[in-house]
């Protein structure tokens, strides 16, 4: 443009010809500054813009970035100018520029201002309503399904574009029956083959929870691109089908396809949910090689992997190799710390996060309210919850509510925790009310506990998790028979606890384990591996509950523990043992993973739904509070 420009400027006249090829081609160029200042110049000069010139421009100013709002309206002023609002080609494009930035209303008007719109403008119209980056609720997303019906009134026959906007409508405003409906024409108009629409239809049928419809779909398709392999990847990690992801991942790359950013993004979100970091430090490699790892969410999806994977280090490396970080890099790498137990360096980015204009969300503080929790922070905790709504005008969710009665209670401050529960909006939520009951196991408040109990089994009476934790309370105080009742009203009601399943990933993959298994091949090396590790701390540990010779067997066979045995056998002294679970560790394994980790001097790091525990030389990185 450089060459063209010169020539331009010697120029000893410029047409209306010479001035649009201009604009053009700055447009081409993507020198939006460029082409701004120049259709400035033509503007108060006088000059024409033609139709294609005005699209260039149209098409320029269609971006979602700020600032060029005015600059659409000033462009639609001179379409009208220049007689072109009829032109079908402009008017669609208008009407795509206001959506892409949010401006529905303007569309809508646009639209609404042709008599005989054609289906081109009623597509573009349906994509804009599902587009737009303002919040989208089941209103916005019906006016698109309106306006298709009213395509189907006028006697119009949809395009494939028509099908794969409605069906994202179907999909954002959660109406499954009416996107059936949409199939079933899909195929009457023979575009079930077209990849958008195969994509558009996994994600409805897997976001409405209809996995068997979407794998249907997906293998009733002809061919399969990297949309709808991407649309299936997507699917499965939401409906926390994350070992399938992978598979289907591996899949595809047999199938000779090149995976996009989205699809590695997927991944990578897999592999973070079932905290393989070997496998996830394979994609990182390949996301490298394909050029994504310079990308603001391939870095994002990094750090997650290697905060869920346990890798502390490693994810804060990722987040200070990124080259930009937006308020979901801050948020992730707030919460890796925070769920790592690293309280003042979650609140140290948050201050780095503030000073760097990034505005934080829901999530930010979520990430910092836990680390507060776990660290015991309290004032400060409550001045976060204070300022999420003073400063940022956000409202706290559930999430927020839980976690300061979290805060409050691990603090011991378990009357002050009530009271907030009882003034909430969230009050009749039980997940609220179990982690006040979480509280008071961990201050041995029987009196509370068990009334919180009631309260929650009156609110959700087939749970098992408020049994279970009174169930432990009560032997913990050594009220063994009261502790017999919990378990016959569970049997009574029907309520069955979620089995506790702890994973390891080794080099020959990935190893589950439950309470008491001896399914795995190595069953005979492991129990053996944990007999010499728990007699070795035997005269340690002591037992300050009568429990039963059975239940004491059971513990000593509690699935963390087997993990770790199988760490120990296969890992190097030098390696870490990390190993999830997807419940909460017990007292007993938590004392006992300390003294492994002294005695076998090791370092064990151990993740649960609610923390990580890094246990070395005997002690624990929660510091016993948790």
Known sequence: MGEARRVFDVAEERDDVSWNSLVSGYVRAGA??????????????????????????????????????????????????????????????????????????????????????????????????????TVIGKEVASEALTLYSEVQSRGMQPTEFTFSSVLRACNLAGYLEFGKQIHGQVIKYTFQEDDFIGSALIDLYFNSGCMEDGFRCFRSSPKHDIVTWTAMVSGCVQNELHEKALSLFHESLGAGLKPDLFTISSVMNACASLAVARAGEQIQCFATKSGFDRFTVMGNSCVHMYARSGDVDAATRRFQEMESHDVVSWSAVISCHAQHGCARDALHFFDEMVDAKVVPNEITFLG???????????????????????????????????????????????????????????????????????????????????????????????????????????????????????????????????????????????????????????????????????????????????????????????????????????????????????????????????????????????????????????????????
């Open 32 to 133: 939006r500054e460029e082409m701004v200042r120049v259709f400035a110049m033509m503007r108060g000069g006088g000059m024409g813009l033609n139709s294609f010139a005005l699209g260039s421009v149209i098409k320029c100013c269609s971006g979602r970035g700020d600032g060029t709002m005015d600059i659409a309206e000033a462009v639609h002023g001179c379409v009208i100018k220049a007689g072109l609002d009829s032109d079908v080609f402009l008017v669609s494009a208008m009407i795509d520029m206001y959506a892409k930035k949010g401006a529905l209303v303007e569309a809508a008007a646009l639209f609404r201002s042709v008599q005989e719109p054609n289906v081109v403008m009623f597509n573009t119209m349906i994509a804009g309503f599902c587009r737009t980056e």
């Open 368 to 626: 910092v309210l836990t680390a507060c929790s776990h660290g015991g922070l309290v004032d400060e905790g409550l001045r976060y919850y204070e300022t999420m709504n003073k400063d940022y005008g956000l409202s706290p969710t559930i999430k927020h509510c839980t976690c300061v009665v979290d805060l409050l209670g691990r603090a011991g401050r378990l009357a002050d925790a009530e009271a907030f529960i009882s003034n909430s909006i969230f009050h009749a939520d039980p997940v609220i009310w179990r982690s006040l009951l979480a509280s008071c196991r961990i201050h041995r408040d029987l009196e509370r506990g068990q009334l919180v109990a009631n309260r929650i089994m009156e609110l959700e009476p087939t749970s098992s998790a408020s049994y279970v934790i009174l169930y432990n309370m009560y032997l913990d105080a050594g009220e063994l028979s009261l502790a017999s009742k919990t378990r016959d009203l569970m049997k009574q009601r029907g309520v069955k606890k979620e089995p506790g399943l702890s994973w390891i990933e080794l080099k020959c993959g990935v190893h589950s384990f439950v309470a008491g298994d001896k399914s795995h091949p190595e069953s005979s090396a492991i129990y053996t591996k944990l007999e010499e590790m728990l007699s070795r701390i035997e005269k340690l540990a002591t037992t300050d509950t009568e429990i039963s010779k059975r239940e004491q067997n059971l513990m000593n066979c509690h699935s963390e523990k087997l993990a770790v045995a199988l760490g120990m056998i296969h890992l190097p002294q030098s390696a870490p043992i990390r190993v999830m679970k997807n419940l909460r560790v017990c007292r007993d394994c938590h004392s006992t993973m300390k003294l492994i980790s002294k005695s076998e001097n090791r370092e064990i790091i151990l993740r649960d739904p609610i923390r990580f525990h890094h246990f070395r030389d005997g002690s624990c990185s929660c510091a016993d509070y948790w």
